[in-house]
């Protein structure tokens, strides 16, 4: 796959390209149309097509990484949704594989140890998160898929949030996709250092 073959697909009109996450002969889409509700297209030799999978409202991310290890990726996207069990309308994580030209639910709807305002993948295996674990603590952590699901793998950050916090190492957060309009958003990332709310 090359970045030509992203560029070179266009959209319906009504929907906006939220990311891109590259794959070997193809680029894999997150799409939202004017309600924000999202959608998964594959860019393929200039054509785009729709993938068959679950409506996501609110996605605001998507990762493609092997979280089980099968050899073969799978895509991670974020959501901003309640879940069925968890009416809060919340920040989570849905993992789908893929069959053909459908995608699969892996693991959806519930969410990481803390409310997670950005993501990213750092390996085949292992997602990193922005988390905010109550109003005045934060922390970085690394996941990992075991089974059925993601568990904590490391802390690599953690901080109060009081007017004093120093923000998160910039290594740590280079890379990560924001939640839109977050407090971490414009706070923690060092691109977005003093945006406006």
């Not at 860019?43 to 099968?70: F, H, M």
């Not at 073969?72 to 893929?98: G, I, N, W």
Request: proline fraction near 7%.
């Amino acid at each position: 796959m090359t970045t030509t073959t992203a560029v070179a697909a266009r959209l319906p009109d009504g929907l906006r390209r939220i990311e891109v996450a590259e794959l070997p002969r193809a680029a894999l889409w997150l799409v939202a149309d004017r309600d924000g509700m999202g959608s998964l297209w594959l860019a393929r030799e200039g054509a785009l097509a729709q993938i068959d999978c679950d409506p996501l409202p609110g996605a605001w991310a998507l990762r493609i990484a092997d979280v089980d290890d099968d050899g073969r990726a799978e895509a991670l996207v974020a959501l901003r949704k309640p879940a069925k069990y968890d009416p809060t309308l919340d920040h989570r994580l849905h993992v789908y594989a893929f069959d053909g030209d459908r995608c699969v639910p892996l693991w959806r709807g519930t969410r990481l140890a803390g409310r997670f305002d950005a993501i990213d993948a750092i390996d085949a295996h292992t997602i990193v998160v922005h988390e905010r674990l109550s109003s005045t603590r934060a922390r970085i952590a690394s996941y990992r898929w075991h089974d059925f699901g993601f568990v904590l793998d490391a802390v690599r950050w953690a901080n109060d949030m009081g007017d004093d916090a120093a923000p998160p190492p910039a290594e740590l957060v280079r890379g990560m996709t924001w939640a839109p309009g977050t407090d971490a958003e414009r706070e923690l990332d060092p691109r977005c250092r003093g945006c406006p709310p």
